[in-house]
């Protein structure tokens, strides 16, 4: 009869201490931040950098890095492209940082349209764009 009782306040105990507050908590983890996010009709200009990265000029202002997986050849002679997310449906033409695309490069003349995969990897601040290389430079 003892045993019952006694298990059953050690399952109490447990969960009344599982529920007590912790002190010191992590204090090394920043806490987590928004994701940069852009529609691909904003997209106004692109360059690529070295050649596993392209830099897309979105809207006015902002810069973002792309990290090509293999490489994107094409991008040096593309006069135009299209950027389509890889997880398509809801998500429509909305792209965040850390996403996946597809990038479409149309061949001259009748040459097929190379595409490539890239994953958007950042925003670049005010200051990264200005000391980018102006053949970087979107």
């Not at 792309?66 to 135009?80: N, P, S």
Request: proline residues 9%; positive net charge; hydrophobic residues 40%.
């Amino acid at each position: 009869m003892r045993l019952p009782i006694l298990i059953a306040g050690l399952g109490v105990f447990a969960a009344t201490v599982s529920c007590a507050p912790t002190t010191g908590g992590e204090s090394g983890s920043a806490p987590p931040q928004a994701r940069a996010c852009f529609n691909t009709q904003t997209v106004t200009n692109f360059r690529r950098g070295r050649p596993d990265q392209i830099f897309l000029r979105v809207g006015r202002n902002d810069v973002y890095e792309l990290q090509a997986a293999g490489g994107c050849r094409e991008v040096d002679f593309a006069i135009r492209l299209a950027i389509v997310p890889e997880r398509t449906g809801a998500a429509g033409t909305r792209i965040c940082t850390n996403d996946w695309v597809r990038i479409f490069v149309p061949g001259p003349n009748r040459s097929p349209t190379a595409f490539c995969r890239a994953r958007v990897s950042r925003l670049l601040t005010p200051e990264e764009v200005a000391a980018l290389p102006a053949a970087h430079t979107p």
